[in-house]
């Protein structure tokens, strides 16, 4: 990239001194983003939630764990680009499964179902389990990616839980061996923490050690008696001193 200044002084008869560094590249302080997962048939009401994360001033992007429509169509998509368009961070959405009734549709509207990258010394690593499994390519992907993130905060987010809290409700991967796959790559790599969407609830638990939140209460028909409204997360991990991630859950109360 190339840029051209305009520079309101005599260089004949003073000096100025530029310094440029990549927007918050260099000072590695703890950072916070938001989580949030299932809109579904939710969406009538998700602007709501869109204005109460526009409030969150001291976070940096949004991720979302799947399921952002009901049936994957036109008229949903439509509208969550409105509402997507309405938010003052940028999000990183991986697919649910409700989500890939129309896989192309997806991905047209919303880029790759798998990706990693890194933001202020923070590895974060979206994975595509929509048909609750991995793909036989994202594996390779997912050890490439794990690998990179050895030594840095490592989140790692998809849609359907490896296991899920209770084990008991068919609520996450098909395969127990993939699962138990996943998470001892995510242990023997040194990843952080987990997030996943699915349950309409909130769960916190670990995964081999690693912190793990189910979160998918954006809106789709909540899970009973739970206590938990319509809801996102608050995530502030600390990059530099790779301390244990704060959590924490905004609830909408209804």
Do not use: C
């Not at 939710?42 to 049936?71: H, K």
């Not at 991986?94 to 192309?104: A, L, Q």
């Amino acid at each position: 990239r190339s840029w051209t200044w305009t520079w309101p002084w005599d260089p004949t008869t003073s000096t100025e001194t530029l310094i440029l560094n990549a927007p918050s590249g260099i000072v590695q302080q703890p950072l916070t983003f938001l989580a949030f997962g299932d809109i579904q048939n939710g969406l009538y009401r998700f602007g709501d939630l869109v204005q109460a994360m526009n409030t969150e001033t001291t976070a940096e992007f949004i991720i979302s764990m799947g399921d952002l429509a009901q049936f994957s169509t036109s008229a949903e998509y439509d509208e969550i680009d409105v509402r997507f368009s309405e938010l003052e961070l940028p999000i990183y959405p991986v697919p649910g499964n409700h989500d890939i009734f129309r896989p192309d549709e997806y991905q047209r509207r919303f880029g790759r179902a798998n990706f990693s990258f890194v933001h202020r010394g923070a590895r974060f690593t979206g994975l595509d389990s929509a048909s609750a499994r991995l793909g036989n390519v994202v594996w390779d992907w997912t050890s490439t990616w794990f690998a990179l993130g050895i030594g840095q905060f490592h989140v790692v987010f998809s849609h359907i839980a490896a296991f899920e809290f209770q084990g008991i409700r068919n609520a996450q991967w098909s395969s127990r061996r993939e699962a138990r796959k996943f998470v001892s790559m995510a242990t023997e790599n040194s990843v952080d923490l987990l997030l996943f969407g699915h349950l309409h609830t909130h769960d916190a638990y670990t995964l081999g050690g690693i912190p793990t939140h189910i979160s998918g209460g954006a809106g789709a028909i909540p899970e009973k008696w739970d206590s938990v409204g319509r809801h996102y997360l608050r995530v502030t991990v600390d990059p530099l001193t790779q301390a244990a991630p704060l959590v924490e859950i905004i609830d909408l109360g209804d």
